[in-house]
């Protein structure tokens, strides 16, 4: 089946660093990709949708300044973190559709903490 | 905008069936989908409803009425491994954008 490779799965920075999170898929081409947010015993809130050789769509809410969202190719997007801090922290996902819309192939996740 | 109501907690023992409710109120939507998450781990696609009525998968199924907003997630059979948070989604958007709800808690006791 589809499957999206994130990386890294855990992530330690410093307060005010940054940190690049890929997201690849491996065996399909995803036009499109999504990034999420989910903080500890909460439901998972989309960031962005991100889309191949286009500037990416931010939620309402979410500051494009700090999360840059990277989708240069069609089986890679990167998310990076500017200037990271404590409040930060969180469990970041990508998604990818597999087509119309039906069914979404997630990444595992990367775990991030700013200290 | 977008909002999904579901149960927070739901406990049941081995073999149980379950149903987990989801309301939602959303404008363009296209379909509305169930997801596993264990903790610790990435969302895990289970059902997908475009269409009013119920979609089998094994021991998971999922029922859809677009015109009450409305849907669930039946899990038969239950076993311990079953124990996760299950969230229910709407499809949005140009892009199929997923707006999730704010999970249920599943706790299958022996």
């Known amino acids: 089946g589809a499957v999206v490779s994130q990386h890294p799965s855990r992530v330690i920075c410093k307060s005010g660093t940054s940190v690049k999170i890929e997201c690849r898929s491996l065996?399909?081409?995803?036009?499109?990709m999504f990034w999420y947010r989910q903080f500890p015993k909460q439901s998972l809130m989309l960031m962005a949708t991100s889309n191949e050789g286009s500037k990416a769509t931010y939620e309402q809410g979410v500051e494009k300044d700090k999360f840059l969202i990277n989708h240069a190719s069609l089986t890679l997007s990167t998310l990076t973190v500017t200037s990271a801090h404590p409040e930060d922290s969180s469990f970041y996902i990508c998604?990818?559709?597999?087509?119309?819309?039906?069914?979404?192939?997630f990444g595992s996740g990367t775990r991030l903490t700013v200290v | 905008g977008q909002s999904l109501e579901q149960p927070s907690e739901v406990t049941a023992v081995e073999g149980a069936i379950v149903q987990i409710n989801c309301t939602y109120q959303?404008?363009?939507?296209?379909?509305l989908s169930w997801y596993q998450q264990h903790d610790g781990g990435a969302p895990t696609f289970l059902s997908y409803n475009a269409l009013d009525g119920l979609e089998e998968t094994g021991r998971f199924s999922s029922f859809l009425s677009r015109s009450d907003s409305y849907g669930y997630l039946l899990l038969q059979e239950l076993q311990m491994k079953d124990s996760a948070s299950y969230f229910c989604?709407?499809?949005?958007?140009?892009?199929?954008?997923?707006?999730f709800g704010s999970g249920t808690q599943l706790t299958v006791l022996p």
């Open positions: 989604a709407v499809s949005r958007g140009s892009a199929r954008q997923l707006t």
């Open positions: 065996d399909f081409q995803a036009t499109t």
């Open positions: 998604s990818a559709s597999v087509g119309g819309g039906y069914g979404y192939t």
């Open positions: 959303t404008s363009g939507f296209y379909g």
